[in-house]
T-cell receptor, first 117, second 111 residues
């Protein structure tokens, strides 16, 4: 148990639709990162939020957006879904600042399995 | 291209055998972490190494960080079926804010 919970656990959407995934961080953690993990691959960094502001972004298009709330929970929104968006979406919370200190532990949720048909 | 290259991609061994998984890069990392992930679950942190040449042991698992902080290895002694899973290495570059993951090594330990 990492204390990081994601909802929903599974989701099926149609191409072109929009989706919102949710993440509840571990208590006291002020930083949340979102990752996309395609089948058979390692997680790919989407973006990170620190104290409600986007702290960094990976190589993902603008239709991937996010929010972090004052209680440090977070949302990942994906617009205009494409078939290639089918993946496991992971959030990870940590107690870090604008720079991930060497050795800071990131705790992952169980993920949301998104299938786009 | 992946910043971190893991090898082998797949590994299937008999219970009681030893195995080693490698994680290599041409970049220098300020820290490197190893995770194990089971199907349908998120990665679970096993260890963090931060000092070049560092060796950490966790029961039957031994982790090593290369002297130049560009590579790492995970060695499992007397593997058990419970060690089955996807092993991921992930590194932090300098003062970066994110973890960069390798593609993972799928380990299967047969009873």
């Amino acid at each position: 148990e990492t204390g990081v919970t994601q909802s929903p656990t599974h989701l099926i959407k149609t191409r072109g639709q929009q989706v919102t995934l949710r993440c509840s961080s571990q208590s006291g953690h002020n930083t949340v990162s979102w990752y996309q993990q395609a089948l058979g691959q390692g997680p790919q960094f989407i973006f990170q939020y620190y104290r409600e502001e986007e702290n960094g972004r990976g190589n993902f298009p603008p239709r991937f957006s996010g929010l972090q709330f004052p209680n440090y929970s977070s949302e990942l929104n994906v617009n205009a879904l494409e078939l290639d968006d089918s993946a496991l979406y992971l959030c990870a919370s940590s107690l870090a600042g604008r720079v991930l200190p060497s050795g800071t532990e990131a705790f992952f949720g169980q993920g949301t399995r998104l299938t786009v048909v | 291209t992946q910043l971190l290259e893991q090898s082998p991609q797949f590994l299937s061994i008999q219970e009681g055998e030893n195995l080693t998984v490698y994680c290599n890069s041409s970049s220098v990392f300020s820290s490197l972490q190893w995770y194990r992930q089971e199907p349908g679950e998120g990665p679970v942190l096993l260890v963090t190494v931060v000092t070049g040449g560092e060796v950490k042991k966790l029961k039957r698992l031994t982790f090593q960080f290369g002297d130049a902080r560009k590579d790492s290895s995970l060695h499992i002694t007397a593997a058990q079926p419970g060690d089955t899973g996807l092993y991921l290495c992930a590194g932090v570059l300098g003062n970066d804010y994110k973890l960069s993951f390798g593609a993972g090594t799928t380990v299967t330990v047969r009873a």
